[in-house]
């Protein structure tokens, strides 16, 4: 019986209708975690790659280098997945570890800050890097 | 009985139980994990290790962004963040930063391995925490020959 179900499974109806635990969210973040993951393996190594190709190139050179097409496009893509996925990363590190809802919540806020921050650091210099401002 | 008519008398019983835990007869229990406690096995070291690189990422990834900002910049402070990377220190940071990200990536790849369902049997999880360690430390030196050879 439907009632009975109910009772024995501690869970209201609206959580069954949603379909979401006591993380009040879906499986989205597991996902993108995986998805990032798995673009991040030929962007690292690409990343690798072009660090390696820098070294010991005089400053014009390495301008060079980052302003080529591919190399931005690699680089930008390589900074936007580890970024993404290095936040939802951490996450998962501060809930497993920081269990005051306050300073939960502040280190949440500032994970998300810190993942801009250097996102749009990235993005900046390398798309004036790329732009040729530079 | 008397525990399922009062939450009350239940949590006195409890606290009871907190306060003087020497009223009762115990027979020796388990202790809740120490880590000192435990043998060092190789896929708890990976665990750990994937977690420990996962965080160096995050701290080094404002060292990547403040060189591209600094090659982006000028003359001046590009010449003062190869400075910086070129001393010793700055070299050791490097060097640990190639660890942790090939580190990482090894690490993750076994977990997508896991993710799919695959890999859990003993000798498997053995061999792929192995892999994990063994090949991060030859491909950071790999890595780190080509660059020094071309530098
Ligand atoms: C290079 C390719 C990479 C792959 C294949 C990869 C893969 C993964 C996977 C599968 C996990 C989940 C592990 C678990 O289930 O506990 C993970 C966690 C994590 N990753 Fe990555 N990752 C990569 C790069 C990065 C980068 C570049 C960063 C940071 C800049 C990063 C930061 C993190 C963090 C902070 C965690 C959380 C660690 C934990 O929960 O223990 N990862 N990674
Ligand atoms: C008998 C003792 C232990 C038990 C029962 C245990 C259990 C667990 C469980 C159930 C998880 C979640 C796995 C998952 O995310 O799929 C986990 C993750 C983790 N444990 Fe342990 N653990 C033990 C000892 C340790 C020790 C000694 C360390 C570190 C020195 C450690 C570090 C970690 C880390 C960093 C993670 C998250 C990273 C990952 O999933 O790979 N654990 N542990």
């Known amino acids: 019986m439907a009632s009975d179900h109910v009772n024995q499974t501690m869970r209201t109806e609206m959580s069954r209708v949603k379909g979401l635990g006591a993380a009040k969210s879906g499986t989205e973040h597991f996902w ?3 998805i990032t993951a798995i673009a991040n393996i030929p962007l690292a190594i690409a990343f690798i790659a072009i660090v390696i190709s ?13 302003s080529q097409p591919l190399v931005a496009i690699l680089m930008l893509l390589f900074v936007c997945s580890g ?28 994970n998300t800050f810190f993942a801009i921050l250097v996102g749009v650091m990235c993005v900046y210099a390398l798309l004036r890097i790329g732009f040729g401002a530079i | 009985m008397r ?7 239940y949590k006195e019983e409890m606290m009871t139980d907190i306060k003087a835990p020497a009223a009762r007869p115990m027979a020796p229990r388990p202790l809740s994990p120490h880590l000192e406690i435990y043998r060092v096995t190789w896929t708890m070291a990976m665990s750990i290790f994937h977690r420990i690189t ?6 080094g990834t404002l060292m990547i962004a403040a060189w591209l900002v600094a090659a982006a910049s000028g003359r001046s ?5 190869q400075w910086a990377m070129g ?9 640990g930063y190639t ?17 799919s369902g695959t890999g859990y049997e003993r000798s498997t999880r053995m061999n792929l925490a192995r892999f994990t360690f063994i090949g991060s430390v030859s491909l950071t030196i790999v890595v780190w020959a080509i660059a020094l050879y071309l530098r």
Request: no cysteine.
């Open chain 1, 32 to 34: 993108q975690h995986r």
């Open chain 1, 54 to 66: 820098l070294q010991g190139k005089s400053r014009e050179a390495v301008l060079h280098t980052l």
């Open chain 1, 83 to 110: 970024l993404f996925h290095m936040r939802l990363g951490m996450q998962v590190i501060i809930e497993d570890y920081v269990h005051g809802e306050a300073t939960k919540i502040a280190a949440l806020i500032a």
């Open chain 2, 3 to 9: 525990y399922l008519l009062s939450w009350n008398g």
């Open chain 2, 54 to 59: 996962g965080s160096a990422l995050y701290v």
């Open chain 2, 77 to 81: 402070s590009f010449e003062t963040a």
């Open chain 2, 87 to 95: 001393s010793l220190l700055g070299q050791l940071v490097l060097f």
């Open chain 2, 99 to 115: 660890w942790a990200l090939l580190h990482h990536m090894l690490g993750g790849v076994r977990h997508l391995i896991w993710d």
